[in-house]
């Protein structure tokens, strides 16, 4: 509405990939993957929603696109990094499953530059209007990429495994507790939706951007480590 007002003729819409995540792993998909049936975290409900109503926006007068970026990390990073090594500093940090998942990772310049090329490249008659894209770099198995970030930072490496099973229970659990006694403004250390995000793979196809956007990344995933510990 507020494009439609103030006559703003393009819209990068900045999604995730968890709109595209249900229950099993996704290894090399691209964006023909349906949206799951049910989501197990409001965050990625809520952007499936909102990447739905961008997609529906996409016409006339305003053109739209989504980029869905994968595990942003790099310098200023106030989520990822923070919440992982602050995890591994108190003890509650544990592999989940086998720790062969793979995963996808973008460093946020990386990220930044995707937005700008499609916010450049977006028209009525471009390819990439009305359009959703994975973006990320990978895949990488998502447990060495951690040990990583701990070696980095002078902790030591998580070892302690427990099974996928047992931690998506005590998510269910802390979720049931959670809603029975009506505590929503939380973050519990595990739900449902964290045991399948840290247990299972999530990697995508990036054909589609590097063809209709012309992407090809800046920096690897080692320089983006070297610059986020710089």
Known sequence: KACHKWHIPKMVYTSTPSVAF???????????????????????????????????????????????PHLIFGPGDMNLVPRVLDAAKKGKLKIIGDGENLVDVTY????????????EKLSP????????????????KLWDFTNELLKRSGEKPITKKISFKLAYFIGF????????????????????????????????????IERD???KAKFSIEEGLDRLFA
Request: one cysteine or more.
């Open 173 to 208: 659990m802390i979720e049931m507790i959670l809603k029975l006694i009506r505590k929503f403004d939380v973050h519990p250390p595990m739900t449902r939706f964290v045991a399948l995000q840290l247990g299972k793979s999530h990697c995508d196809d990036h054909a589609n």
């Open 125 to 140: 008659e471009s390819p990439i209007a009305g359009k959703a894209y994975f973006l990320g770099q990978g895949p990488i």
């Open 22 to 68: 249900g229950e099993e792993s996704l290894c090399n998909a691209n964006e023909s993957v349906d949206y799951p049936d049910r989501y197990l975290s409001m965050y990625a409900e809520t952007k499936a929603i909102a990447e739905k109503l961008v997609m529906l926006a996409n016409g006339g007068s305003l053109s739209t696109v989504a980029i869905r």
């Open 108 to 119: 946020v310049e990386n990220a930044s530059m995707v937005h700008t090329m499609a916010l």
């Open 213 to 215: 956007l012309g992407y």
